[in-house]
């Protein structure tokens, strides 16, 4: 006799039944939805079992079957078998419909099970809360909170208490519909003239919560930091089988391993043995097992194999071998195995099953199948930029995957597991071939017939193991997300089978089982695609716009599907649709509901049929196992459904975002249904997308709090989306904090503001870079070899970047930088050298591939791309870029030293107008801190009139001697010995004030390099430098590189490390220690080795300087490992203005400053007759820092730098003996950022060292510091330029 445990329950019912049975029930919908679904799961059962039931209307106790009439009857409908479940699944769209009444029948036995003697008894709900309230109007919800503020006299509430106000209001409006109160009585009642307020303005009315609140998450706690590298390994994860079987037959000279867990384990292995390619499959079986396998010689299509590679008790059958196991026996246990000796010979694989106990075990129904790893490590990845083998082999059996998305998928669980080794770049590998197949580049379906519920449970099987690999390797998860949404959830059960079987219902139902309807019909049956999805949105809208036959062309096109694509299945459609007018509505109904289901197992972004499964799914996935999650989520998911195609975006952005974040701590745990969980959560990341998009012609960019918002919700999105986020999770810390301070028409904190938005748009660059340098290798080789057209090849990684948020990301900072640089009042240049000139446009990419080349007339670059480490080519006269080079970059001391006009432009239109100019001639002119462009005739613009940058002319250096000392303390630094570097640290030695920190130096003089090269150690290394520079004299400046690499070949003699290290002891320097002496003299041989750089090569070459007579000493300090580093100039570079000193200064080592790291440092300008009083001219945004322990570092001090009317300084390297950690900068909690007290005290002392040090010299100067624990130590000065 069965019992219920609780009759109450209204969505899920349980029931204990006979022999320790479960029977549950799962309702969702409601009959004034017409969506009813009612879900029977009888667990331990071990019989076939019949459901017996019928439907009643209320007030009736007939029972009734579904018809287009309904009659009296009853239906029996047998239990399936999902899993470790029986299912039957009832959908019920009559309105009218009350409850549904069953008995069980066992099939065998002849036996009915009853409720208590009587019928079970399930009432149907007319209201679903879940989902079928409607939409409430965001300003009732305000006059609610409004009525409510009011009632508690009006007081002074935070916005914190104002936002609480508003949820508070919106759950009461909930409750009050859910009890069955109208929308229109709810208005009518919230606008009587007693409580109807009188507003003023509309803050007034949009009181109940602020417009745009400032929002502030834990974000560190989203934290994902990727491994350094990807751990590549050929190995799966162990069990004690696969290590017994190593440890037999032995572990070395394995290329792969697969294993196999059904009632006993299986491991393939892979290996090379005397030079053969082995497959050994191991068993751990009891009793005679035969091997059934043949070899795949072009495809993976079974073949037999050759004769003579046939192992031990082996026969020939048809088109295949059978060989008997042998019983391996050792002391740890004993299994069997089959060693298949392939020899040398190309083959793709070979499958097998294998005969047991009079069974076959098959993998999933479909044979085991191994592929053949490449002999060859070489041959496996090419270039260790794709994996040359699985792409292959992809590419092999693209003729199998095209018969069906069943074999795609299928193949596509095999390969991914296979290639589980391989990591990332196996998954991308995977990943191009679905995105191939999800644009339609390859055949979904070609002369198959298959069910809706192979393709469901094939989608099923892939996403479980796709799932698996998200919860096991954390560092996949972007490649593993990108897969999924372009293949789709699938499932097990009914799930595909409802494809098949609602299309049957649609045709019934509203008379249409003929034409376009019987066609598509006949193509669902045959293979149902995500095709399916399109044709019924097609349907839905010819429908809706009156049964106009072009809105259903129109749609069907514009997602790729002509006449002549719908007439190329294999089961065409080749009619339009033809409806009965009076079928309008039901068909609206019908299809709609049908969209539903082909969307659940299609598509893995769909957000509805995510939200859907996850409620309705085995034991409702968003339970209360959750925790606090579930009603947060719950409650924030049912807005979304109702409001999700609100034409305000505010709150249905916010509720999208803060679904993601209620997600987020459960999508990395191994909970069973964390697919669904993951399909949920793509889908919403894919919902703020398009919503953001849908709104932005809304936006008010000129009321920034409204834009700031919208930034805050699409980091804090990005963040949870992306591997590696360290960079993004300090840009959102960073926004949230210039959010939090916004004052109106702040020009201060414009700057800030700015400066986060310029370095999120570096990050949000190099995450395009790496896409494009971690995919493309593998697109581009997929592609040719799958016959994909080349624009779809070319245009790849640009339009999968497109379609994420980042995208929309940076079109709203490009809609919102402008309003930010008037607010700082900034222009649309940033010029740093300003330089009246004229010449002709050339636009190019990266100003670095150009440095060599020689301009025969006036010309004016548009570079996209600088680094800040180039040498300006000859006959340039303007640099003009959107890059944010370093005022104190090699490229932009060039440009000042040569009267080359250089400046960045932030405005995106007036480069793209400059482009359109190509080879024309324009004049530039300086007004206030802007350019003026103007076009000129040509003919006006002669060689001999133009502005050429002047190449100094009688500039020279004689070559210095060796003294015959290995090394100088600072006291016998002399100009004949060493450079200037090392000479301005003797000068300013015991002349600055005590506070002012010179660090301990010692030298490597001139002609100690020249010497050491003539030592009979370094013979032959002198021999191949004279031979290499014969031919760079000759014009190949590729030699330059091969000389650089000879230097450091160099051996050092023993008397300079003895007179070094005497040196360095005497001075107070550390000495490396012996382990250390070889980064110290690898370093040293770096220095030296710059002079073979090409960029000082040519300069020198531009200046008609001497090459051969530089001479390099190196000068050797201790490096201060400071807080900040900093560069000053006594005169301020960029206007000029002697009264002005200018610095900019960095997190961490000097480095980032006068290197080619991305971001601008921080900068600002003093008035020498008021130190006190700094002002920030721009705020920091570099990306990473430097950070080191306590080293030495050497430094380049040539006699080619400072000379008069040439800065050579930063043509030559500078190199640290321990390589620094790079460190991704935090600046939301820096002082130098947000500290106004800090940054006036330190910017005012490096302010007023600059002053001092320039009233030693008499004239300006470029001081470079460090600051440490409060204290400045000046490491170098010189001569500005």
């Known amino acids: 006799m069965a019992t219920s445990e609780d009759k109450q329950i209204h969505r899920v019912h349980n029931f204990e039944l006979v022999d320790g049975m479960k029977l549950q029930i799962n309702v969702s919908g409601s009959s004034i939805g017409r969506n009813v679904r009612v879900q029977f799961q009888l667990r331990n059962c071990a019989r076939t079992w019949i459901l017996h039931w019928g439907f009643l209307y209320r007030g009736n106790t007939n029972w009734f079957i579904p018809a287009e009439h309904p009659k009296q009857g009853a239906l029996q409908t047998p239990f399936v078998k999902s899993g470790e479940i029986y299912l039957v699944t009832v959908e019920l769209r009559d309105p009218k419909i009350h409850a549904i009444e069953f008995v069980l029948k066992d099939g065998s036995h002849d036996r009915w099970l009853r409720l208590n003697h009587g019928n079970f008894r399930i009432e149907i709900p007319e209201i679903d809360t879940n989902t079928c309230l409607q939409p409430i109007p965001k300003d009732l919800i305000e006059l609610r909170a409004y009525q409510n503020w009011e009632r508690r006299g009006r007081p002074n509430n935070s916005p914190q208490q104002q936002q609480k106000d508003y949820n508070d209001a919106l759950k009461e409006l909930q409750l009050q519909l859910s009890n069955g109160i109208s929308l229109k009585d709810l208005q009518s009642s919230h606008m009587t003239a007693s409580t109807k307020p009188v ?33 590549k390994t050929t190995t799966l994860p162990s069990s004690s089988f696969v290590a017994l079987v190593e440890n037999s037959l032995g572990a070395d000279n394995v290329i792969s391993r697969q294993s196999y867990h059904m009632d006993h ?79 040398k010979r190309k083959f793709v694989g070979i499958q097998f099953v294998i005969w047991l106990g009079g069974s076959w075990i098959k993998n999933n129904g479909e044979n085991f199948f191994v592929g053949l790893h490449p002999m060859d490590p070489k041959d496996k990845v090419d270039g260790d930029d794709k994996v040359k083998w699985l792409l292959d082999e992809i590419s092999c059996r693209e003729k199998e995957a095209e018969r069906s998305l069943m074999h795609r998928f299928n193949i596509a669980a095999e390969l991914t597991e296979r290639c589980k080794g391989e990591g990332e770049l196996g998954l991308i590998a995977i990943m191009v071939w679905m995105r191939f197949m999800a644009c339609r580049h390859l055949t979904w379906n070609k002369n198959y017939n298959v069910k809706p519920r192979e393709i469901s449970e094939a989608q099923d099987r892939f996403t479980n193991l796709l799932q698996k690999i998200y919860l096991s390797q954390p560092n996949d998860r972007e490649i593993v997300r990108l897969i999924m949404a372009f293949v789709g959830r699938g499932g097990q059960g009914d799930v595909g089978q409802r494809i098949r079987d609602e299309i049957l219902v649609i045709q019934r139902n509203n008379g249409c089982k003929t034409g376009m309807m019987e066609e598509w019909h006949q193509k669902l049956h045959n293979n149902t695609s995500p095709d399916d999805i399109i044709i019924c949105e097609a349907l839905l809208n010819y429908i809706r716009c009156g049964f106009k036959i072009d809105a259903y062309w129109q749609t069907l096109n514009c997602h790729g599907l002509s006449k002549q694509k719908l007439a190329s299945y294999d089961r065409p459609i080749v009619s339009e649709p033809r409806f009965r007018a009076d079928a309008k509505e039901s068909l609206t109904h019908d299809l709609t509901m049908y969209l539903k289901t082909l969307k659940a197992v299609h598509s893995g972004a769909d957000l509805e049929s995510a939200i859907e499964t996850c409620y309705k799914g085995h034991n409702s996935v968003i339970s209360d196992s959750f925790g ?418 000879a230097v450091l070949q160099m051996s050092a003699p023993l008397s300079l490390i003895y007179e070094l290290k005497n040196k360095m002891r005497s001075s107070g320097m550390p000495w490396p220690g012996d382990e250390g002496w070889n980064l110290a003299w690898r370093s040293i041989k770096k220095v030296w080795a710059s002079k073979w750089n090409e960029r000082a090569f040519i300069s020198c070459r531009k200046a008609n300087l001497n090459h051969d007579n530089l001479c390099m000493a190196v000068l050797i300090q201790e490096t201060i490992c400071g807080d900040y580093a900093f560069v000053i100039h006594t005169k301020n570079p960029l206007s000029g203005d002697n009264s002005e000193i200018y610095t900019e200064i960095v997190k961490g080592l000097g480095e980032t400053l006068v290197g080619a790291y991305p971001g601008r440092a921080m900068s600002f300008v003093t008035k020498k007759n008021n130190l006190k009083s700094p002002i920030v001219t721009c705020y920091p945004s570099k990306l990473i820092g430097l950070f080191g322990k306590p080293s030495i570092i050497f430094r380049s001090d040539s006699n080619g730098e400072d000379l008069e009317k040439y800065a050579g300084a930063g043509l030559y390297d500078s190199v640290i003996m321990n390589d620094p950690e790079k460190v991704i900068l935090d600046y939301s909690r820096d002082p130098m950022v947000g500290d106004k007290s800090f940054q006036t005290s330190v910017f005012s002392k490096i302010a007023e060292t600059g002053k001092i040090i320039e009233s030693l010299y008499g004239y300006p100067q470029d001081i470079e510091g460090v600051l440490k624990d409060g204290l400045i130590y000046v490491v170098q000065a010189r001569p500005q330029m």
């Not at 192992?311 to 019983?327: L, N």
């Open 628 to 1045: 606090s999650l579930s009603s947060k989520l719950r409650e924030c998911l049912t807005f979304i459904k109702a409001h999700i195609h609100d034409e305000s975006i505010n709150q249905l952005m916010e509720k999208l975002v803060d679904s993601r974040i209620e997600l987020h701590p459960v999508l990395g745990t191994a909970c069973g249904r964390a697919k669904d969980l993951l399909f949920l959560d793509i889908s919403l990341a894919s919902a703020i997308k398009t919503t953001m998009e849908r709104g932005l012609k809304d936006l008010n960019f000129s009321h920034p709090p409204e834009i700031m918002f919208f930034i805050s919700l699409l980091l804090e999105s990005l963040c949870l989306s992306v591997v590696n986020n360290e960079d993004l999770i300090y840009c959102t810390k960073d926004w949230y904090r210039v959010s939090e301070s916004y004052r109106t028409n702040d020009a201060q904190w414009a700057l800030q503001a700015k400066a986060i938005l310029d370095r999120l748009q570096l990050v949000l660059a190099e995450r395009s870079q790496t896409y494009q340098k971690k995919f493309q290798p593998s697109v581009k080789y997929l592609g040719c070899l799958l016959g994909v057209e080349k624009y779809a090849i070319d245009n790849f990684t640009e339009e999968l970047v497109r379609a994420q948020s980042e995208a929309v990301l940076s079109i709203l900072i490009n809609r919102f930088e402008p309003v930010l640089r008037k607010v700082a009042n900034l222009g649309c240049w940033q010029v740093i050298s300003p330089v009246e000139v004229c010449g002709f446009i050339t636009s190019v990419n990266e100003l670095i591939t150009l440095q060599n080349k020689v301009y025969r007339r006036p010309t004016i670059i548009i570079a996209s791309r600088i680094t800040g480490e180039e040498e300006i080519p000859v006959g340039v006269v303007a640099v003009l870029t959107p890059d944010m080079p370093d005022v104190l970059s090699h490229v932009s001391i060039r440009a000042r030293n040569n009267k080359v006009c250089f400046a960045t432009c932030f405005d995106q239109n007036i480069l793209r107008n400059l482009r359109l100019k190509e080879g024309k001639a324009v004049s530039i002119r300086l007004k206030s801190t802007n350019l003026i462009i103007s076009d000129i005739s040509s003919s006006n613009l002669s060689l001999s009139s133009s502005a050429l940058p002047s190449i100094p002319r009688g500039i020279t250096f004689k070559r210095k001697i060796f003294r015959g000392k290995y090394a100088v303390s600072v006291e016998d630094f002399t100009p004949d010995m060493v450079g200037a570097k090392s000479c301005n640290s003797k000068f300013l030695r015991g002349r600055v004030p005590s506070w002012i920190k010179i660090p301990t130096s010692i030298a490597i003089p001139f002609g100690a390099f020249e010497t050491v090269l003539s030592e009979n150690i370094n013979k032959d290394i002198a021999n191949k430098i004279s031979r290499l520079y014969k031919f760079i004299n000759g014009g190949d400046l590729s030699k330059l590189q091969e000389i650089q690499e």
């Open 265 to 343: 384990e299986i491991v393939v292995l892979s290996k090379i043995i005397s030079s053969d390619y082995h497959i050994l499959v191991a068993v751990n079986m009891k009793g005679a097992a035969i091997l059934h396998w043949g070899v795949s010689k072009c495809s993976p299509g079974e073949c037999s194999p050759p004769p003579d590679m046939l192992p031990d008790k082996s026969k020939m059958v048809a088109g295949a071998c059978q060989t008997y196991f042998t019983d391996i026996a050792t002391a740890r246990g004993s299994f069997q195995m089959v060693d298949i000796n392939l020899q």
């Open 199 to 231: 507003f003023k303005n509309k803050e007034q009315i949009r009181y109940g919560v602020p417009s745009y609140p400032c929002r502030r998450h834990d974000v560190e706690k989203w934290l994902q930091k990727n491994y350094k590298g990807h751990v």
